[in-house]
């Protein structure tokens, strides 16, 4: 159990293996009974939703099944609406709840919808996915993409609680394990050498798969201590987005489904800290280890179809832009980061 402790809305982090099939007990230690929205992607629904709706129910909760189609492409203002629709039809008031079950998609979207209908309901996160259980699922940034950037709308909005339960990576694709491992590295280069040491040891992703909580348990903790830090992202906070300018830049001009969020982030690593070293701002060999951590997960390292002026483009549009300035994240070494402000015309030379 780990804390996260804002001025305002402090919560705890649950990780529990075979949590999922008694989540209800753990939704009625948090809240009263009440009607619940359960909001997952049809991915996930043939999977958990009934186990965890029966679980609710069986502690007094209403529960409706919300579901969304599974995709990148679901977390938009249509889908939102059509949440809002459902949610009006089963006259849900501000004393009923949300919860996501689901993956970085279902969180971000479920989050955004219990921030803004009514203008707020009570919120709860079961991440199903790697990535949603070391990151997406903690800190309260919820969010919807326009065609223009990715997480262009949305709001600061943190849940009730978080239940993770490492079990469900047993149903996850390798393609979506690999981008959990993804952040997960992000999280060793930016501020934890101990749990780069863990990772170096692990020979693939099997092994990381079995021993899932020593991995995720540290990433928890490192995102838990910048937000609580900078619980707004206006300072020390930036430095989780170590890899994503260049990453969301890279996935909103490949499309969202061509390439995963993991698979861009993890370019995105490599490309900003190999011009870094070039320049003297990153220490010499990070870039080398960085390619090795990421190669040995079968993560990318580079994209066929890259196109710096298109990349550059998408830049522009990114949320960290004040004043024709941008704020990038680089490694001073493994285990720790930096914010270096440069202007918004030089980050061609990364590309």
Not at 226 to 250: C, K, S
Request: charge should be negative; proline fraction near 2%.
């Amino acid at each position: 159990m780990l804390s996260v402790n804002l001025n305002q809305h402090s919560y705890q982090i649950k990780v529990q293996r075979n949590s999922l099939a008694l989540c209800g007990a753990w939704v009625k230690s948090i809240w009263q009974e009440k009607k619940v929205a359960l909001v997952t992607d049809s991915t996930v629904n043939q999977i958990y939703a009934q186990k965890v709706k029966e679980s609710l129910n069986d502690q007094g909760f209403s529960t409706t099944v919300m579901m969304v189609p599974s995709g990148e492409a679901s977390k938009s203002l249509e889908m939102a609406e059509l949440l809002y629709s459902k949610l009006t039809q089963n006259n849900f008031t501000k004393n009923d709840g949300i919860i996501a079950l689901g993956g970085g998609v279902v969180g971000d979207l479920a989050g955004f919808v219990a921030a803004t209908y009514m203008r707020g309901l009570h919120f709860l996160q079961i991440p199903t996915s790697l990535l949603a259980q070391v990151d997406s699922s903690i800190g309260g940034k919820t969010a919807v993409n326009m065609a223009v950037a990715k997480n262009l709308i949305g709001s600061f909005y943190q849940p009730d609680g978080v239940l993770i339960d490492p079990d469900v990576l047993d149903t996850l694709p390798q393609s979506r394990l690999k981008e959990g491992v993804a952040e997960i590295i992000k999280a060793a280069a930016i501020a934890d050498t101990h749990l780069w040491q863990l990772l170096d040891r692990l020979k693939n992703l099997d092994e990381l798969k079995r021993c899932a909580e020593e991995v995720i348990v540290p990433a928890l903790k490192v995102k838990k201590q910048v937000v609580e830090e900078d619980e707004f992202d206006q300072n020390q906070r930036l430095i989780l987005n170590f890899g994503h300018t260049i990453g969301h830049a890279i996935e909103k001009n490949a499309g969202f489904d061509t390439i995963s969020h993991g698979e861009s982030i993890a370019i995105g690593m490599v490309k900003i800290t190999e011009h870094a070293e070039e320049i003297g701002l990153t220490a010499k060999t990070t870039t080398r280890k960085l390619q090795q951590m990421l190669s040995k997960f079968d993560l990318p390292l580079t994209f066929a179809d890259f196109d710096a002026v298109q990349i550059k483009e998408a830049i522009i549009h990114d949320k960290k832009v004040r004043n024709d300035q941008l704020n990038i994240i680089l490694l001073e070494k493994i285990g720790e980061a930096k914010i270096v402000p440069i202007r918004l015309d030089t980050i061609a030379e990364y590309l």
